[in-house]
């Protein structure tokens, strides 16, 4: 009777056991698998992130308006971005096939030697002006190539260069002018009446010139950096004080001058600016226009804008002039600007502050029969109520 229930006691630890054990396999199991599922997670989430790196990555170079070109040791092309292909025309694919030669000499030099190496070329229809850096990239030879468009620098380069000869030779011709009367003076002009006031009043133009452009070139300095626009000028008022102040120089020169305003929405702007917009363009008018000649002004709305219109009967300007007539310093007639007393700044200034303002300025004209220059402004909005 002992024996079965021994055996029988026997058999149920065994079963027991086999329970334990059968459900710590089931437990490791499942700890496995939520290990596996964890790391396959994690595996999906970093091949997500490096996924979305790329794509980053792949934007970012797209998106650059520097063109980029990476070649590995052998000179074959491993990458490139759209740039490249606006700079280049097309991507090549070794660095033996990339034009402009300054480049591919600077690609072969910084393989070489493993030093970056810089290089400009002059390439397209229209011109332009490419910067190229090559930088080695490892220990392989691997070279990346950055190119860059340096067009727009070198013209402002020019202009800048341009600028300053300018200034200083029209600087110079004034200053040259009152040494030499001095001098003419100082030599004993002085006690000859007649040829003391014509040195005299020889000396006065040329300092009111000297100091005519110092004040134009203070002035399209300032303009350079933008007019303040906190003003809700009145461009009507501003014609009409402007006209009133050269009514005496438009009488010694013989011009009439009219002017005609229609009440126009006010301007948001600089009241001081657009008085010096305004005076240059009729003071342009004036000087170019004959005696016996004619300037007119007027001032009207136009839908969304309020429009300065400056006419004169005088010389006019040659049609291959017009593109050039708003630079600094440039004239059509030296000769004649000078004996007027102009600067050759004026209309640089008017195009100035037309831009700060927000607008347009154009002008029509034919020779012999005069020029119409038109500034066209955007209205103020409507001020906000209390």
Do not use: C
């Not at 074959?76 to 660095?95: D, Q, Y």
């Amino acid at each position: 009777m002992l024996l079965p229930i021994v055996l029988a006691a026997g058999l149920i630890v065994v079963i027991a056991v086999a329970v334990v054990q059968a459900a710590r396999m089931r437990e490791l199991a499942a700890s496995h698998r939520a290990a596996a599922a964890q790391a396959e997670a994690a595996l999906a989430e970093q091949s997500r992130s490096s996924a979305d790196e790329r794509e980053v990555q792949a934007v970012i170079l797209a998106s650059m308006e520097e063109g980029v070109l990476l070649f590995d040791g052998g000179g074959a092309r491993v990458f490139t971005n759209a740039a490249i292909g606006r700079h280049l025309g097309e991507a090549p694919t070794s660095s033996e096939l990339l034009l402009p030669i300054a480049f591919r000499d600077a690609v072969r030099d910084a393989a070489a030697g493993a030093v970056t190496v810089r290089a400009e070329a002059e390439t397209g229809a229209p011109t332009r002006w490419l910067r190229a850096t090559a930088r080695p990239v490892g220990t392989d030879g691997s070279v990346l190539l950055v190119v860059r468009d340096i067009t727009e620098a070198r013209r402002l380069d020019a202009i800048r260069r341009d600028f300053v000869a300018n200034a200083s030779h029209e600087l110079k011709t004034p200053v040259a002018s009152i040494r030499a009367a001095a001098e003419m003076l100082g030599d004993g002009a002085i006690d000859d009446p007649d040829a003391a006031r014509r040195f005299t009043e020889q000396l006065e133009r040329d300092a009111d010139r000297l100091g005519r452009i110092v004040s134009d070139l203070l002035d399209l300095s300032r303009l350079e950096t933008g007019s303040e626009r906190l003003d809700r000028a009145a461009l009507d008022r501003i014609v009409e004080e402007e006209v009133a102040r050269r009514q005496a120089q438009a009488d010694a020169a013989g011009i009439s001058i009219s002017v005609q305003t229609d009440g126009v929405p006010a301007i948001s702007g600089s009241t001081r600016d657009l008085g010096l917009m305004t005076g240059n363009l009729i003071d342009n008018a004036i000087r170019y226009t004959a005696r016996g000649g004619a300037v007119s002004v007027e001032v009207l709305a136009e839908r969304d804008a309020v429009v300065l219109r400056v006419t004169d009967t005088g010389v006019g300007i040659p049609a291959r002039d017009i593109p050039r007539i708003f630079e600094r310093f440039y004239r059509v007639d030296r000769a004649r600007s000078r004996e007027t007393g102009g600067t050759g700044l004026g209309l640089s200034i008017v195009r100035h502050v037309t831009e700060n303002h927000g607008g347009t300025v154009t002008v029509t004209s034919e020779l012999g029969q005069g020029s119409t220059f038109e500034v066209r402004l955007p209205t103020a909005p409507a001020p906000a109520a209390p």
